[in-house]
């Protein structure tokens, strides 16, 4: 997988990877991220640039058995790549399209479901194939199998 730098167009190569209890203090420390995460009941990972390791983003989700669902509880983008001066691109749709392919993992069928607390709803649908379920947005089997294609393979 990959991010793109928007500045040379260059594609740089990236990894997903579990966040560890040493991470919980460079995160804060960094002042890169506004959420808190510190390490709580959800299964968290980092993306990553693979040489220099540099966290790009987060997410935290936990798995729902009994509605094959994974619901992704917090995800979030370094400041630096948000907005239209961002550093790199594909940061937050490579971290979703790895929660479609765990959502596979665990029999889930690659349903997701976040509930968006800002004015990103739209952006979910438009950009990731998201739609409406109550005060969800979620995606399914199909829309996340082409989430995987797009961001994770290379």
């Keep these: 997988m990959y991010v793109t730098n928007r500045k040379t167009k260059e594609n740089e190569e990236a990894e997903v990877l579990p966040v560890e209890e040493i991470d919980c203090e460079s995160i804060r ?4 991220f ?3 995460w510190e390490m709580n009941s959800c299964i968290t990972y980092k993306l990553c640039l693979s040489d220099s390791k540099e966290i ?3 997410i935290s989700f936990k798995i729902v058995p009994q509605e094959f669902r994974l619901q992704i509880v917090l995800l979030e983008v370094s400041i ?3 907005g239209k001066e961002k550093i ?3 940061v937050a749709g490579i971290l979703i399209a790895f929660a479609c392919r765990i959502s596979f993992e665990e029999g889930c ?3 997701v479901s976040l509930v968006p607390k800002t004015i990103l709803r739209e952006h979910y649908m438009e950009k990731y194939g998201f739609i409406p379920m109550a005060n ?7 829309n996340a199998h082409k989430l995987i294609s797009d961001y994770l393979l290379m």
């Design 56 to 58: 790009l983003g987060l």
């Design 29 to 32: 420390e960094s002042k890169r």
């Design 136 to 142: 969800h947005l979620a995606t399914d089997g199909r």
């Design 80 to 82: 630096e790549n948000v």
């Design 109 to 111: 069928y690659g349903f």
């Design 34 to 36: 506004l959420f808190n």
């Design 88 to 90: 790199y691109d594909r």
